[in-house]
C-alpha cells in the first residue's frame, strides 16, 4: 500500500517520544548517505510513497520531480565539485505561480520567522519558491533524509493553509475578493537548470561550513 509523503508526518511525530521506536517505510534506514545522488534520492522518494518519480536532466543539469497529490516536488544537486565525484547539498524545492499581485514580501518574510522548516522566497511578482537544503556533508542515516523530505511536504502544506486563510482574513466583506494576492495557487514543474542555479543560491552560506 502506498501512503501519501504527508502523512508520514504521524510517525515523525513518534520520533519525539521516548516509548515510541517507529520508522519511516523505508529499506536500511541506518545506512549512511554522504553522497547526494539523484538515484539515491529518487529511491528514497519512492520508498515513501511518492508518485511519478522522475530523474530529469537537461545538458549538463539534473534534477528528480515527483509528485505528492497533485503538487509536484523538485529535489535538485549542488557542492558537486568540492569533493571528487560527491555532492554534498541537496536541495527539496515547490515553486508556485501565485497569479497577478502575488503576496507582498513581508508576508513571505513572517511566514519564515513563524515556520522555520522551510524558507519562501520571491522568484518574480507571480511566483514564490519554498525550499529546504539538506546536507550529506560528514555523512546523515537514510532514516534522516527520509524524515527531511516527509517534513518538507507537510510543512509545504500547513504553509500554503496558513497563506490562504490569511487571503480569506484580508478579503474586505463576505462575497468581496481580497485585495491582493492568489485566489488560486498553481504548483510548477521547474527545469533541472532552474533548479540547480536555486539551490546553489540557497547553498551559498553553506561554504564556509562543510566538514568535507
Same mark, same amino acid.
Do not use: W
Given at each position: 500500500?502506498?501512503?501519501?509523503?504527508?502523512?508520514? +508526518?504521524? @510517525?515523525? +511525530?513518534?520520533?519525539?517520544?521516548?516509548?515510541?521506536?517507529?520508522?519511516?517505510?523505508? #529499506?536500511?534506514?541506518?545506512?549512511?548517505?554522504?553522497?547526494? #545522488?539523484?538515484?539515491?534520492?529518487?529511491?528514497?522518494?519512492?520508498?515513501?510513497?511518492?508518485? *511519478? /518519480?522522475?530523474?530529469?536532466?537537461?545538458?549538463?543539469?539534473?534534477? $528528480?520531480?515527483?509528485?505528492?497529490? =497533485? +503538487?509536484?516536488?523538485?529535489?535538485?544537486? @549542488?557542492?558537486?565539485?568540492?569533493?571528487?565525484?560527491?555532492?554534498?547539498?541537496?536541495? $527539496?524545492? /515547490?515553486?508556485?505561480? *501565485?497569479?497577478?499581485?502575488?503576496?507582498?514580501?513581508?508576508?513571505? =518574510?513572517?511566514? =519564515?520567522?513563524?515556520?522555520?522548516?522551510? #524558507?519562501?522566497?520571491?522568484?518574480?511578482?507571480?511566483?514564490?519558491?519554498?525550499?529546504?537544503?539538506?546536507?550529506?556533508?560528514?555523512?546523515? @542515516?537514510?532514516?534522516?533524509?527520509?524524515?527531511? $523530505?516527509?517534513?518538507? +511536504?507537510?510543512?509545504?502544506?500547513?504553509?500554503?493553509?496558513?497563506?490562504?486563510?490569511?487571503?480569506?482574513?484580508?478579503?474586505?466583506?463576505?462575497?468581496?475578493?481580497?485585495?491582493?494576492?492568489? #485566489?488560486?495557487?498553481?504548483?510548477? /514543474?521547474?527545469?533541472?537548470?532552474?533548479?540547480?542555479?536555486? @539551490?546553489?543560491?540557497?547553498?551559498?552560506?553553506?561554504?564556509?561550513?562543510?566538514?568535507?
Amino acid at each position: 500500500m502506498r501512503f501519501s509523503i504527508a502523512a508520514l +508526518v504521524v @510517525t515523525a +511525530v513518534a520520533f519525539a517520544l521516548p516509548a515510541q521506536s517507529a520508522e519511516p517505510p523505508i #529499506t536500511n534506514p541506518q545506512k549512511i548517505i554522504d553522497n547526494a #545522488t539523484p538515484e539515491t534520492f529518487a529511491e528514497i522518494v519512492r520508498e515513501l510513497g511518492g508518485q *511519478n /518519480v522522475e530523474i530529469k536532466r537537461e545538458g549538463d543539469y539534473t534534477g $528528480i520531480v515527483f509528485m505528492d497529490g =497533485n +503538487v509536484p516536488y523538485n529535489i535538485g544537486f @549542488t557542492f558537486c565539485k568540492v569533493v571528487p565525484g560527491k555532492c554534498l547539498i541537496a536541495s $527539496i524545492l /515547490v515553486l508556485v505561480d *501565485n497569479g497577478k499581485g502575488g503576496y507582498p514580501l513581508e508576508t513571505l =518574510n513572517k511566514q =519564515n520567522k513563524d515556520f522555520g522548516f522551510l #524558507t519562501l522566497y520571491r522568484d518574480d511578482p507571480t511566483k514564490f519558491g519554498a525550499g529546504r537544503l539538506i546536507l550529506v556533508d560528514g555523512g546523515v @542515516t537514510k532514516k534522516n533524509v527520509a524524515m527531511e $523530505i516527509a517534513l518538507f +511536504v507537510q510543512s509545504f502544506r500547513t504553509t500554503m493553509k496558513d497563506l490562504e486563510s490569511q487571503l480569506i482574513a484580508s478579503a474586505p466583506g463576505p462575497f468581496q475578493r481580497a485585495s491582493y494576492g492568489p #485566489t488560486r495557487f498553481r504548483p510548477l /514543474v521547474v527545469s533541472p537548470r532552474y533548479l540547480s542555479e536555486a @539551490t546553489e543560491k540557497m547553498a551559498k552560506h553553506y561554504k564556509t561550513d562543510l566538514r568535507r
